[in-house]
């Protein structure tokens, strides 16, 4: 059982940063697939960002790439995911994922465990 818990989301104007952590118990972190997702207020969850088990490969939804940046620290069972020049589009609930297989994907149903989520809040 993996347990994850998100911190670091807030309120923010629209061209500012934030940087979301996600904190993972257990001793396998480090052999699974990670992600992040978000979800809007009447909208579906959507896919954020994805990486391996060891970092070597990323994934990134058109419309965060470039802006949004995600990594990862085994030793220190910790997710990231860096947040640049924010949009108002980008204001949701934000939740990581982890998926047992290792191996990054974009459907919600590769992931295995999922956190509660951290709000993020951009003002135009």
């Known amino acids: 059982q993996v347990q994850l818990v998100e911190s670091g989301g807030g309120l923010v104007q629209a061209g500012g940063s934030l940087r979301l952590s996600c904190a993972a118990s257990?001793?396998?972190?480090?052999?699974?697939?990670m992600g992040w997702f978000r979800q809007a207020p009447g909208k579906e969850r959507e896919f954020v960002a994805a990486?391996?088990?060891?970092?070597?490969?990323?994934y990134y939804a058109d419309s965060v790439k470039g802006r949004f940046t995600i990594s990862r620290d085994n030793a220190k069972n910790t997710e990231y995911l860096q947040m640049n020049n924010l949009k108002p589009e980008d204001t949701a609930n934000y939740y990581c994922?982890?998926?047992?297989?290792?191996?990054?994907?974009?459907?919600?149903?590769?992931?295995?465990?999922w956190g509660q989520g951290t709000q993020v809040t951009v003002s135009s």
């Open positions: 257990g001793r396998t972190f480090s052999i699974y697939a």
């Open positions: 990486i391996n088990w060891n970092g070597a490969s990323t």
């Open positions: 994922a982890a998926a047992r297989s290792g191996r990054i994907s974009s459907r919600n149903g590769e992931y295995d465990y």
